[in-house]
């Protein structure tokens, strides 16, 4: 976030804003963030960590009602992403993902499987078309970094214990290790890559 400004807008006063928006949003939901369109007001001292702890001034958020009220009008535009109101955007760091999926639940099996996902703020999507598994492996070590999508641009990590599940639950197709949900295919792992048993 180089270049922008850093504000002062308070974490309490975000938190009223989004409050206020929550309410008007009604129960059917989460606030309509991709509709609003206020102006920046600069970067907040505020981080996501790659365990999905929210951090304020450099210290963790350790209300969950608050982590789930700011995920909530959180929006990820191009590669940055900010917390958004009907009056303000402010800027804030991601590590790597906002989410961790920190479990699962696998319905049916092979091609017709599919798998829901939860967050640790309380989101759950199904894996497919519209919230595709990614896997991510570190150039260095070849360490597997998977993702799903939860909502609009905004991914999340998927905890190593969930990770070891699901990899309990591939299967290979077309050259690939990878999972069924939805109707289709997610690869993880070219095939010969995997070690002979």
């Known amino acids: 976030m180089s270049g922008q400004n850093v504000v002062t807008p308070s974490a309490?006063?975000?938190?009223?804003?989004?409050?206020?928006?929550?309410?008007?949003?009604?129960?059917?939901?989460?606030?309509?963030?991709?509709?609003?369109?206020?102006?920046?007001?600069?970067d907040l001292d505020m981080r996501i960590a790659r365990d999905g702890t929210w951090f304020y001034l450099g210290t963790p958020i350790g209300r969950f009602e608050l982590?789930?009220?700011?995920?909530?009008?959180?929006?990820?535009?191009?590669?940055?992403?900010?917390?958004?109101?009907?009056?303000?955007?402010?800027?804030?760091?991601v590590d790597d993902a906002p989410f961790v999926a920190v479990d699962f639940t696998a319905q049916g099996t092979g091609e017709a499987q599919s798998?829901?996902?939860?967050?640790?703020?309380g989101d759950t999507a199904t894996a497919g078309p519209d919230h595709p598994i990614r896997v991510e492996r570190d150039p260095e070590t070849g360490e597997p970094s998977p993702y799903v999508l939860i909502r609009a641009n905004l991914e999340a990590l998927i905890d190593r214990k969930s990770f070891y599940r699901l990899v309990?639950?591939?299967?290979?197709?077309?050259?690939?290790?990878?999972?069924?949900?939805?109707?289709?295919f997610f690869p993880v792992i070219p095939s010969d890559e995997l070690p002979d048993d």
């Open 115 to 121: 798998l829901t996902f939860e967050t640790h703020v």
């Open 67 to 93: 982590v789930k009220l700011f995920s909530s009008i959180l929006r990820k535009d191009g590669d940055a992403y900010f917390l958004v109101t009907p009056v303000e955007k402010v800027g804030i760091t």
């Open 168 to 184: 309990d639950l591939g299967s290979h197709h077309e050259g690939w290790f990878g999972l069924w949900s939805s109707g289709q």
């Open 12 to 42: 309490e006063g975000l938190a009223a804003s989004a409050r206020a928006a929550s309410n008007t949003a009604g129960k059917k939901g989460l606030p309509p963030v991709h509709l609003w369109n206020p102006p920046f007001c600069g």
